[in-house]
T-cell receptor
């Protein structure tokens, strides 16, 4: 079964508008972390934001915020005031801390295009 | 944060040959990983590189095809052996940092491999 699901293959947003990228996850591990990465056309993976399963508040990093709804098992990324440079692939990932693996499992990604 | 470098950044290889990719991290890390990203796809974990012992491979990946070494805490190599065109991918080294918050995972710039 898919552990990380990103249902939006592609998204468009107007410059300066906010956009939400969806991510749902599946785990029975009580301790886990959720990550978002940006991958521009250059191919590098840029870490954006992290949310721990025990964190009481939603994570924020500048224009990025994570809308964490634990009961729904969702961890949506919100980008405020979109910029042209935000056009890229965005990946949601999960790390299960109590299993021996402790590596990130990635979703299929969402391609965001910011339009002027 | 950790800065991860990879060599080579890209290569074009002939079928049946092998390529070794090097990964160097600028600080001590707890865990190192190797991922593959096939064209237009998400990231798939190949293996966890263990210091001084055999790597832990994911289902579908074997040591004979992808031998991995990690002689110390900050350096690892991945070899892609007996290459075929299906091995054309981006190979990414990743490291989980020790200490600091959040305990995140960083990626190298990737090695773009094309097999003819």
């Amino acid at each position: 079964a898919q552990k990380i699901t990103q249902t939006q293959p592609g998204m468009f947003v107007q410059e300066k508008e906010a956009v939400t990228l969806d991510c749902t996850y599946d785990t029975s591990d009580p301790s886990y972390g959720l990550f978002w990465y940006k991958q521009p056309s250059s191919g590098e993976m840029i870490f954006l934001i992290y949310q721990g399963s025990y964190d009481q508040q939603n994570a924020t990093e500048g224009r990025y915020s994570l809308n964490f709804q634990k009961a729904r098992k969702s961890a949506n990324l919100v980008i405020s005031a979109s910029q042209l440079g935000d056009s890229a692939m965005y990946f949601c990932a999960m790390r299960e801390e109590d299993t021996g693996r402790r590596a990130l499992t990635f979703g299929s990604g969402t391609r965001l295009q910011v339009q002027p | 944060s950790a800065v991860i470098s990879q060599k080579p950044s890209r290569d074009i290889c002939q079928r049946g040959t092998s390529l070794t990719i090097q990964c160097q991290v600028d600080s001590q890390v707890t865990m190192m990983f190797w991922y593959r990203q096939q064209p237009g796809q998400s990231l798939t974990l190949i293996a966890t590189a263990n210091q001084g012992s055999e790597a832990t491979y994911e289902s579908g990946f074997v040591i004979d095809k992808f031998p991995i070494s990690r002689p110390n805490l900050t350096f690892s190599t991945l070899t892609v052996s007996n290459m075929s065109p299906e091995d054309s991918s981006i190979y990414l080294c990743s490291a989980r940092t020790s200490g600091g918050l959040p305990d995140t995972q960083y990626f190298g710039p990737g090695t773009r491999l094309t097999v003819l």
